[in-house]
């Protein structure tokens, strides 16, 4: 299997240019072609999830050039989750999509295949500067992405969007090059070793550079207050471009936990302990802003783009714990908000196809199509992202409130963190009470409800995402025994370095 290491990244890259040369103007073949690269994607990601289970990195060197001078990817239990997810959400996602909206694009099964290989690569690799490489595949195909439809609102927050990353994506190459000139390198596992060497002369400078990596991540992870830009980017993206996008403001959340836990978290680094002290509070003020958005939300979109918002505070919170415990629990809170919130992204489509002009604004409409099935899926969703039980939004966050208590600060964390489930609360009664349980019989004054979809197809692919909390509260026990043992493999800092540098071995291949 240690070949197929760099799969995730090839098998989406060659699908994407031949869907551009040979089937651009075919879509039945496009939507055959993705559909199948993405099946195959999950395929394997599943099977580098159990490979990586024997708790050994594996390192795939490209051209066969030894680390730390070569293009490294790296196989780890983290790499693997993140695998795993990413392929789980694409497939449903791109069932939504086949069914109506890559028509309004000619080139969205090519630029899905593309953002793939970006989200895939930024998990796998192992250099700093790839994984710059990566965000900007990724990121690219985002635009194209977000601008498929076009409109005039998408147009505007599209030119904030891209303006906004092309700033981040300067600062990491400042970042990337301060870094570079302090150490020599900018493979994950030699600055692991070379971090903690930096003399006492050269270490503002590195912690300069890290600092710089720290604020792109969190511009990326949408922390407060470089978090403007994604309530009005995921309120006014199609919908299932939004849902997709559920995973990428985790890659931020991913770096974070990565690079500056893992790579200069280490005991002697002069950028050890330089999280906690700035992202908690970030992290605090973001779950607060994401609250005070939900309750302020006008349609279904934009509470979803606020939720995501505030996930990501409660994320972040506790990957800025540099514990193990910590991080297990924010793993299992990343999997389930990532689900969660994409399954609403997508619901909130399936309701405003049916509501006719008043999409899915929180006005009282005409009884529509489908309303049992769509409302109960909102049951769903509103009960899995608040945090109500039985679901794995009410076991994340009670995992969180255990491990947040090793703060010193944690009665005000609990207080926030419950005040704000509680405002979540209401604002989904709310949205519910005027959605479903107040259709106005108003069919002869307004726009009459729009007819029923013609497939079902994005019925199920949203009923399947929502059902994945379901699954994740069910399994709980063995997932979190899972997570914990992610967790600690990415703080055994010695095992990572020795995979990647030391003597070939078994469990390291090379490239041809």
Known sequence: MSHWIIAPVVLPAAMAAFIVLAARFDLTLQRTL???????????????????RDDVPRPYLLGSWPAPFGIVLVLDRLTALMLVTTQLLALFVLLY?????????????????????GLNGAFLT?????????????????????????GVRRLVFGFKYVTVNLIASTLFL?????????????????????AGQVGAEQAGLLRTGVALLLLVFALKAALAPLHLWLPGT?????????????????????AIVRVHGM?????????????????????LATLV???????????????????????????????????????????????????????????????????????????????????????????????????????????????ILEVVRAHPLWPQLWAVI?????????????????????????????????????????LVATGMLLVLPVLLAAFAHPIARELEATAAQLYERAGYVQAVLGPPSASAARGP
């Open 126 to 150: 192992g250099d700093i500067f790839n994984l710059f490489v990566f965000f900007e595949v990724l990121l690219i195909a985002s635009y194209g992405l977000f601008l498929h439809g076009a």
């Open 289 to 399: 802003l994401g609250t005070v958005g939900v309750l302020a939300a006008r349609s279904l979109q934009r509470l979803a783009a606020f939720a995501t918002l505030a996930s990501m505070g409660t994320l972040l919170l506790v990957f800025a714990l540099p514990l193990a415990e910590a991080t297990a629990a924010g793993l299992f809170y990343l999997l389930h908000s990532t689900l969660a919130g994409a399954g609403l992204f997508l619901l909130a489509d399936l309701l405003a196809e049916r509501r006719g002009s008043v999409r899915d604004e929180f006005v009282a409409a005409p009884v529509f199509p489908d309303l049992e099935l769509i409302s109960g899926g909102f049951l769903l969703a509103a009960v899995a992202v608040v945090g109500l039980p039985p679901l794995s939004g009410f076991l994340g966050k009670v995992w």
């Open 174 to 194: 400042f970042a990337v090059g301060t870094i570079y000139a302090v150490t020599g390198t900018l493979n994950m596992a030699d600055l692991a070793l070379k």
């Open 234 to 254: 995921y309120g006014v993206a199609p919908p299932p471009v939004a849902a997709l996008f559920a995973i990428m403001t985790k890659v931020g959340a991913y």
């Open 34 to 52: 993705s559909l199948a690269t993405t099946l195959a994607l999950m395929a394997i990601a599943v099977g580098l999830y159990l490979l990586a």
């Open 418 to 458: 419950l005040l704000t489930s509680l405002l979540t609360l209401f604002a989904f009664v709310r949205a519910g009470s005027l959605l479903f349980w107040k259709p106005a019989a108003l069919a002869a004054a307004s726009d009459p409800p729009a007819a029923r979809a013609s497939s079902t197809l994005p």
């Open 263 to 283: 790579v200069f978290g280490g005991e002697g680094s002069p950028a050890q302990g330089l999280v906690e002290p700035w992202v908690a509070p970030a992290a």
């Open 97 to 117: 999509a086949i069914a109506g909206w890559d028509k309004q694009g000619r080139h969205f099964h090519a630029l899905f295949q593309f953002q793939l290989m």
